[in-house]
């Protein structure tokens, strides 16, 4: 399964930003999709998830500003960030977990790539 993003860039503090993930491979269903996200420096942290029945998980930090979203037909998942601010600042990754293949049997989570959101005056 390969997953790419995009919607990353450089925005004024208090702007929004919307992330899109793709994920393409032979797909019957994704359990899991989510965001997570890595400042320099830092380690890789949770951003927010949301399961295939529309449960979603939240990092305090973002709870309010930004609201994950997915589409499950296609398999894509979107990221809508609002009032950022400078701790927002990293690289953005996407990840699908609790894949199942097209011929019905569990596969690997993946990653994407990532996509840089700056947030700088």
């Known amino acids: 399964v390969q997953l790419v993003e995009s919607g990353g860039g450089l925005v004024q503090p208090g702007g929004s930003l919307r992330l899109s993930c793709a994920a393409s491979g032979s797909i019957f269903s994704i359990g899991i999709m989510g965001w997570y996200r890595q400042a320099p420096g830092k380690e890789r942290e949770l951003v927010a998830t949301?399961?295939?029945?529309?449960?979603?998980n939240y990092a305090g930090s973002v709870k309010g500003r930004f609201t994950i979203s997915r589409d499950n037909a296609e398999n894509t998942v979107h990221l809508q960030m609002n009032n950022l601010q400078h701790e927002d600042t990293a690289v953005y990754y996407c990840?699908?977990?609790?894949?199942?293949?097209?011929?019905?049997?569990?596969?690997?989570?993946?990653w994407g790539k990532g996509t840089q959101v700056t947030v700088s005056s």
């Open positions: 949301m399961h295939l029945e529309g449960h979603t």
């Open positions: 990840k699908a977990d609790a894949i199942i293949a097209a011929w019905g049997t569990p596969i690997p989570g993946s």
